[in-house]
């Protein structure tokens, strides 16, 4: 009787004893964040365990081989199989065998009937392998995987000598399925971390190009602006001095040179939308503001605007007589852009509206065209720099992003609103001045 309790409070104190090893080591492996190091504690506690002599391998899917990342051995037996092999255990790489993932992924140990030559996937010749098991009195090997969620990460051996046997299976094997979870969780920290620094380099990349490409743009634009300005006054010079016989209003030469003129300034506008924005990334744009009345202003641009395309019609609703305190050329120059947009993606509609409306704080004027619209997935982008939704119509993506900068810059709101082949109205507000008195 006595016998028997002492048995049983033996038993049950290998019981704890194995609860706690477990309960100590997902503590240990909670806190790991090394792969190398689990390696290492894996073959170590498995060669405590057991007395086998232990192998730790890492699969590695890129090259579907299994690395060896830690060994156990006791005494000079690792000497003896590197002897034997003529190479090194230790990160001996072994292409992976399909079958053995099947038969290993159990989540259990099992025994490799083949001895060491079948461990080795039977890429080590099998006379060297004999020649191992015999001289190191090697008994039968177990293997298994660790595997989560039918994730295969790598595999341990256990190689046991003849006289010994060891029984713990069950504690082994929660010790490495304990071990997979660590394992998986420390690769994927691993990837995440590789994904950071990939995505961190790739931005500091982009930096850098965005950086060197407004620099070109800079460099590129003030370069071509003198060139430019010469052309354009000889080309005014030309159009001044036609002789007598070729300047006739429908002459072959009258077109030619107004048709050089009106090139010439649409690069010139690209060039100067060029420098502006260049200015505006490095905070240089500068405003020269005064007072004025913005609806004489919209009246003008309509004015100009009509006089150079008369194929559509621009009607006014609506006006404003409060004044504002502005940088002049640059409201003009949005209200030229938000037009020349409407002109631009208008195709057949011949009306475009522009509503001028006021409240006690701000006056809001609205340029509408009936033209191609904005589909929906695009509208998020239309005032960043460079955006386009097509190629189809010439421009560079340059005009409403100065426009939204240079009305922000006044304390105003740009906004539009857009269906796919019904048209859009863009708006800007800007804050009137407050009444004397
Ligand atoms: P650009 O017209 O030179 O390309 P913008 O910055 O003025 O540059 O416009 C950016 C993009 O927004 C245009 O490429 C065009 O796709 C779209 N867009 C602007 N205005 C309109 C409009 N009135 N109707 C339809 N699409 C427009």
Redesign the pocket.
């Known amino acids: 009787m006595i016998r028997n309790l002492s048995l049983a409070s033996n038993r049950k104190s290998n019981y704890v004893k194995e609860l706690e090893f477990l309960s100590r080591s997902s503590i240990y492996l909670l806190k790991n964040s090394s792969a190398q190091k689990l390696f290492r504690y894996v073959s170590q506690n498995l060669f405590h365990l057991t007395g086998a002599g232990i192998s730790v391998s890492e699969y590695d899917p890129l090259t579907n081989s299994i690395i060896v990342r830690a060994i156990h051995f006791s005494g000079s037996q690792k000497n003896i199989i590197e002897r034997i092999l003529g190479l090194k255990v230790l990160g001996m790489t072994l292409p992976f065998d399909e079958s053995t993932r099947k038969k290993f992924n159990s989540g259990k140990l099992s025994k490799v009937s083949g001895g060491l030559y079948e461990l080795c996937f039977k890429r080590i010749p099998e006379p060297a392998c004999l020649l191992i098991e015999r001289t190191l009195h090697i008994g039968d090997i177990y293997a298994m995987a660790f595997v989560v969620e039918k994730d295969f990460i790598g595999t341990i051996a256990l190689i046991t000598r003849k006289d010994s046997k060891f029984r713990n299976f069950q504690l082994v094997e929660a010790f490495v399925n304990q071990c997979a979870v660590a394992l998986k969780r420390i690769k994927t920290e691993e990837q995440l971390l590789e994904t950071k620094h990939v995505l961190e380099t790739e931005k500091a990349r982009l930096i850098e190009l965005e950086q060197k490409k407004d620099e070109f743009f800079g460099i590129a634009s003030h370069e071509l602006k003198t060139p430019l300005t010469t052309v354009k006054a000889y080309a005014q010079l030309l159009e001044k001095n036609l002789p007598s016989e070729l300047d006739k209003p429908h002459s072959r030469a009258q077109r030619y040179v107004s048709r050089l003129l009106s090139e010439v300034e649409r690069i010139e506008a690209l060039v100067n939308d060029m420098l502006d924005v260049n200015k505006i990334v490095q905070g240089k744009l500068t405003y020269h503001q005064h007072e004025f009345e913005l609806n004489s202003l919209i009246e003008d641009v309509i004015h100009t605007y009509t006089l150079i395309s008369p194929k559509r019609t621009v009607i006014k609703e609506g006006k404003s007589d409060k004044k504002i305190r502005a940088d002049e050329n640059r409201i003009r120059q949005v209200m030229i852009?938000l037009l020349s947009?409407?002109d631009?993606?208008s195709q057949s509609a011949r009306k475009i509206l522009v509503v001028v409306r006021d409240s006690a704080t701000e006056i809001i004027v609205g340029v509408r065209?009936f033209?191609?619209?904005?589909p929906a997935a695009?509208q998020g982008n239309?005032f960043k720099l460079y955006?386009?939704?097509?190629e189809r119509?010439q421009?560079?993506?340059?005009?409403?992003?100065l426009s939204s900068e240079i009305i922000k810059r006044h304390g105003g709101r740009m906004w539009f609103e857009?269906k796919e082949g019904k048209?859009?109205t863009?708006y800007f507000s800007l804050p009137v001045m407050a009444e004397a008195g």
């Open positions: 852009n947009n409407a631009k993606y065209d033209g191609i619209g904005i695009s239309i955006y386009r939704v097509s119509v421009g560079f993506g340059l005009g409403l992003y857009s048209g859009s863009f």
